[in-house]
């Protein structure tokens, strides 16, 4: 596909964030760094670009994430119907406002008006969420959350004997430290470790290498089938693939909406949230030796066989969008 990259990388969004406003209020935690980060550093200077790109794409359908403000003002200058897509689970609606409420004046600046989206795709399945958090709106199409793959077989992986855990921090932490105490301490409780990382990253004790192995970057539908458990930041990338698999957790949050996905998932029952990655080793034990664990990860997979996959949330989305104009304004 073709992608039009306008305005700074997010690290240097992330980086300008924390300039602004000092401390650790850079975006990557919820709070007055996230709603300055999504909804004034990534659109200053670039708005009018990236209409620009858009206008000559001549879409029919803008689709954006739930905390992203350039989709919805690109949708309102185009005249054209938006779609949001969920990253997460539900977020605080005083952020999400907050963080609309801060791109106003890039709306007034082109005198046009945020509209409502016409559908909201979900792939955070009701299964992990309060009777209160839960969303029975109409426009609401639920996605049934499937584990990245790709084409092409790859480097073979270990299998190792005896119980596995996968180890991976995603896409959005990068902590070595951090990394490296996880590993140790998981391997130090006899279980054999895949960690997403480089080959010779890890600076790992010699009495336990012979149970951690370096894999690299493998696609979760690849890495996840074979372990036993998931240990990761609780990103929800890996929180959802791990549970479209039935595999149980342990989960040691970082950033942005991981605390929230740990805790969910740690009240279902299908994972164990820890504050220091030196109880991992603890963690993944009891995880693996409680198949109350396993048998609640296996059932939410079975639950979310149910919903709607890609391609036909797709369809049902397109659809909804054919001969829809921009939607009443909000």
């Known amino acids: 596909m073709d992608v039009f990259e306008v305005g700074p990388s997010i690290l240097e969004a992330i980086a300008e964030t924390g300039r602004r406003l000092g401390g650790d209020q850079d ?19 670039v708005v009018d670009e990236a209409v620009e790109v858009a206008r000559r794409f001549a879409p029919d359908l803008v689709v954006h994430d739930t905390v ?67 969303d029975d709106a109409p426009g609401r199409l639920p996605l049934r959350p499937e584990p990245h793959s790709t084409s092409g077989g790859g480097r073979p992986l270990p299998e190792p004997d005896g119980p596995v855990a996968a180890v991976t921090l995603g896409t959005s932490v990068q902590d070595t430290a951090a990394m490296e105490s996880l590993v140790h301490s998981i391997a130090s409780s006899g279980v054999s470790v895949l960690a997403t990382v480089e080959p010779g990253v890890l600076d790992v004790d010699r009495s336990v290498r012979h149970m951690v192995h370096e894999v690299g970057f493998v696609p979760l539908a690849r890495l996840l089938p074979g372990v036993d ?97 921009a939607a009443t304004p909000m």
Do not use: C
Request: hydrophobic share 45%.
């Open 68 to 134: 992203d403000a350039m989709g919805p003002l690109i949708a309102a200058v185009l005249g054209v119907p938006r779609a949001e897509h969920r990253i997460t689970g539900p977020m605080p609606k005083e952020l999400l406002q907050a963080i609309a409420d801060r791109a106003n004046g890039e709306y007034s600046e082109r005198n046009v008006a945020r509209s409502a989206p016409i559908a909201v795709v979900d792939p955070y399945p009701d299964v992990l969420l309060t009777e209160a958090e839960r």
């Open 229 to 325: 458990v998931v240990v990761s930041a609780g990103g929800s990338g890996t929180l959802l693939a791990a549970l479209a698999l039935g595999k149980p957790q342990v989960i040691r949050p970082f950033i942005a909406d991981q605390p929230w996905n740990a805790r969910r998932a740690a009240d279902r029952g299908v994972a164990l949230e820890i504050e220091d990655p030196s109880s991992a080793g603890t963690a993944v034990r009891r995880v693996i030796d409680d198949p109350s664990y396993s048998r609640k990860a296996e059932a939410i997979a079975r639950e979310m066989t149910n919903l709607d996959d890609a391609d036909q949330v797709l369809k049902n989305l397109l659809a909804r969008s054919a001969g829809t104009s």
């Open 27 to 45: 975006g990557t935690k919820p709070g007055p760094g996230a709603v300055e980060l999504f909804g004034a550093v990534r659109l200053d200077g």
